[in-house]
């Protein structure tokens, strides 16, 4: 149904060129990244905190402030995730106003299900009839479940050692799936070769513009749920960095459109040591931000020349926040320590945000007293194998009283939290 939009255009992030609102990404001029551009005075006379929540609770209650026009977009109920107070994992980490954002609940069990159901509604607005991605495994399941739910014909592109659990989250959703020999940057050259052969909508590719829109929903989601207010330091997984740089984008338009007060929200940024070309950059003091060969058992992070991790570097430095990394097994004991503490099973990015964030709480960059939000953008049971080795296995008796009394309660092992 055909509705209106505010956006106005697309703008070149380097020369300022503007473009009209197709599946196009990258300045003809200089090849810069384009950004979507709105009429925030528009936006700001139609939506007020009550407009908002009378909204549905999911991502669209912010349609407002994304690129869509119609009233129909693509939806299977992403979005108004929760934010939990986390004061026990806060406690481990010395920190008194620790918050979780819980991303691993949405409906493929990524943040990923925010970008591309903007994505997939821009794709069915532009007329196209086949949806794609290049994917290091989380947007493969969430472009297949929207193309099922949007009637788009599915491609999705993984590297080649993607986990299990991952391929088999993307395939039950029916997209052709293609394993291509070589790392995610190899995938992402392909796709953009393709998105220019055949016209496809690729997400991440000549969709970007638009994809990338609906992390800023992971700001609006905080803002509203913390009372109209955006935090003072939040944390967030950095792949190709369009995460990090769209919930700075969005606490900003917030404050634009007056929907929160002025506050300087300083983002840190975490990496995967095996995979840190943003955090080598900030701790070089570089701006540029020199590719590297990913290895790391963290997946969803291992993006080697990360598109926007110039821009990430700059939001990191503008607000006063730094960027970190974990090495795998500092990985995995994250991921425990926020299972252990909070009851939330997180995957590897997970993992990786909770190590970095305890790192910059030791060296006092997280200080105690802020009010702290940490993004966790990935259900662990996709990568299970990645704290498999850290547990402890379970018991195993025959069905009688003794059994358990001899083996478990009075066994040669130590019980867990049991006198
Ligand atoms: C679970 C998870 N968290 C965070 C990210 C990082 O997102 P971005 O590539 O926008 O930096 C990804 C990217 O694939 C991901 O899968
Ligand atoms: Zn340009």
């Known amino acids: 149904m055909a509705g209106t939009t505010f956006a106005t255009g697309l703008r070149c992030r380097i020369c300022g060129e503007g473009y009209p609102l197709e599946a196009i990404h990258a300045c003809e001029r200089c090849f810069g990244p384009l950004e979507v551009v ?9 939506i007020s905190h009550e407009s908002i929540a009378a909204g549905p609770r999911t991502i669209w209650r912010y349609r407002a402030l994304l690129p869509v026009a119609t009233e129909t977009p693509v939806d299977l109920g992403v979005g108004c995730t929760p934010l ?3 004061d026990r994992l806060g406690k481990a980490l010395g920190l008194d106003n620790l918050y979780l954002k819980n991303d691993c609940v949405n409906p493929t069990y990524s943040f990923k299900d925010r970008v591309v159901a903007v994505a997939a509604t821009r794709a069915v ?3 196209l ?3 794609a991605c290049a994917s290091t495994g989380n947007l493969a399941c969430a472009v297949a479940a929207a193309s099922s739910v949007a009637g788009l014909k599915c491609f999705v592109f993984v590297p080649a050692d993607l986990e299990l659990s991952k391929i088999i989250n993307a395939l039950v959703y029916g997209p052709n799936l293609v394993q291509v020999d070589g790392n995610y940057d190899q995938v992402n050259r392909l796709c953009s070769e393709l998105a220019d052969e055949y016209g496809w909508g690729f997400a991440n590719v000549n969709l970007r513009p ?5 992390s800023k929903t992971l700001a609006f989601e905080v803002a509203e749920q913390l009372g109209w207010e955006a935090p003072d330091h939040v944390v967030v997984p950095i792949a190709s960095g369009a995460l990090m740089v769209k919930i700075d984008k969005g606490f900003r338009e917030l404050e634009q459109v007056g929907l929160i007060a002025p506050r300087n929200t300083r983002f840190s940024g975490a990496q995967a040591e095996g995979c840190s070309p943003v955090a080598t950059a900030f701790a070089e003091g570089r701006d540029d931000v020199r590719p590297v060969k990913p290895n790391t058992f963290v997946r ?3 993006i080697g020349d990360p598109a926007d991790g110039p821009f990430a570097l700059q939001v990191a430095r503008r607000t006063g926040g730094a960027i970190g990394s974990a090495s795998d097994p500092e990985v995995a004991a994250g991921i425990s320590l926020l299972a252990r503490t909070e009851g939330i099973f997180a995957e590897t990015a997970g993992g990786t945000t909770v190590a970095v964030l305890k790192k910059l709480a030791e060296q006092g ?3 105690r007293e802020e009010r702290v939000v940490a993004y966790i953008t990935g259900n662990g049971l996709k990568t299970p194998d990645a704290v498999a080795e850290e547990l402890s296995a379970p018991f195993k008796i025959a069905p009688t009283l003794s059994a358990f009394e001899d083996q478990v309660l009075h066994g040669d092992r130590q019980l867990a939290g049991v006198r």
């Open 84 to 86: 939990i107070r986390a």
């Open 129 to 131: 009839d086949t949806f």
């Open 300 to 302: 969803s992070l291992a």
């Open 210 to 214: 638009y994809y990338a829109e609906g």
């Open 365 to 367: 960059i997280v200080k």
């Open 38 to 46: 709105y009429d925030y005075q528009a936006v700001k006379s139609a």
């Open 125 to 127: 607005e532009l007329g």
